[in-house]
């Protein structure tokens, strides 16, 4: 079966920022029709214009410049970290790189549009709603996600080599002791 070919890593990082904007701005340009919400699928998924002034689920109110000053120290740690990761280590890097552009998603509305995010999906079930997210908290969330699915692979695959060094390593042994005389 022929493989798909897959998207460089670095790649998903504009592609989270890219799509993050774009969608933004779309809400923006119909912020009076998605005002009372828009149905998407029943009362599952509904489209709402908020404007949140603070981090995830509406924490730190009036905290704008500590979350712009948190989002650009988080963006240079995660670049360095990507240029830390080995090339082999594709999910980590991608990872790395949407959850760069997501913070990069959020932190240009902090900085260009008066501290405030562009919220728009809301997913829930009567009452019972998420809280308003955008395109950027998805990238940071899956990318969150990935990078624990790739950490824990990474752990199991140095387990498994290590375990099975181990044995390999004892026949080279036992062959040492039988060619210099003690076997």
């Known amino acids: 079966m022929k493989r798909l070919p897959s998207l460089p890593p ?14 933004k701005r779309l809400v923006v340009a119909h912020a009076d029709a998605l005002r009372g919400g828009v ?19 509406g924490l730190f109110h009036n905290g704008r410049w500590l979350l712009v000053a948190v989002s650009a120290g988080t963006s240079a740690l ?14 980590r890097r991608a990872a790395y790189a949407a959850i760069l552009g997501g913070a990069l998603g959020n932190l240009v509305d902090r900085v260009f549009y008066g501290g405030l995010v562009v919220d728009f999906l809301d997913l829930g079930w009567g009452p019972h709603r998420f809280y308003t997210f955008n395109v950027a908290d998805m990238g940071v969330t899956l990318g969150g996600a990935a990078l624990f699915w790739a950490v824990l692979g990474e752990g199991r695959a140095q387990r498994r080599a290590a375990r099975d060094a ?17 076997g």
Not at 14 to 22: H, N, S
Not at 166 to 182: L, Q, S
């Open 166 to 182: 181990v044995p390999a390593a004892a026949p080279a042994a036992d062959a040492e002791r039988e060619t210099d005389g003690r």
């Open 39 to 57: 149905t998407l699928l029943g009362d599952l998924a509904r489209l709402s214009y908020v404007r949140n002034p603070g981090a995830a689920m």
């Open 10 to 23: 670095w790649l998903w990082g504009p592609l989270v920022l890219g799509a993050d904007f774009l969608t």
């Open 78 to 91: 995660l670049v360095w970290l990507y240029r830390r990761a080995s090339p082999r280590q594709r999910l």
